[in-house]
Nanobody
Framework: QVQLVESGGGLVQAGGSLRLSCAASGRIFSIIAMGWYRQAPGKQRELVASIRSTGITNYADSVKGRFTISRDNAKNTVYLQMNSLKPEDTAVYYC?????????WGQGTQVTVSS
């Protein structure tokens, strides 16, 4: 199995920054991509950013230019640097790992942006 442990969420004022981390452990092989999703109250879970094993990244239009996804292969960790945060970024952020044979989710970390 795969375990994903997220950290770095919290409360920040609009315009501020946060960095989320997701450490993967277990049967982490044949990874296709890792990414971050978020879910706000009353809304569907949506993709925020992803990074493929090739290094290709993908971002939701709403976060382009503000968020950056990166990874440290030696630490099996993926990061989400979030700058210029807005109240509409408030959500529970989930780490996701997609590999051949299945996909996995972290437990989620709350990000709250106050106006």
């Amino acid at each position: 199995q795969v375990q994903l442990v997220e950290s770095g969420g919290g409360l920040v004022q609009a315009g501020g920054s946060l960095r989320l981390s997701c450490a993967a452990s277990g049967r982490i092989f044949s990874i296709i991509a890792m990414g971050w999703y978020r879910q706000a109250p009353g809304k569907q879970r949506e993709l925020v950013a992803s990074i493929r094993s090739t290094g290709i990244t993908n971002y939701a239009d709403s976060v382009k230019g503000r968020f950056t996804i990166s990874r440290d292969n030696a630490k099996n960790t993926v990061y989400l640097q979030m700058n210029s945060l807005k109240p509409e970024d408030t959500a529970v952020y989930y780490c996701h790992l997609d590999r051949y044979g299945g996909d996995y989710w972290g437990q989620g970390t709350q990000v709250t942006v106050s106006s």
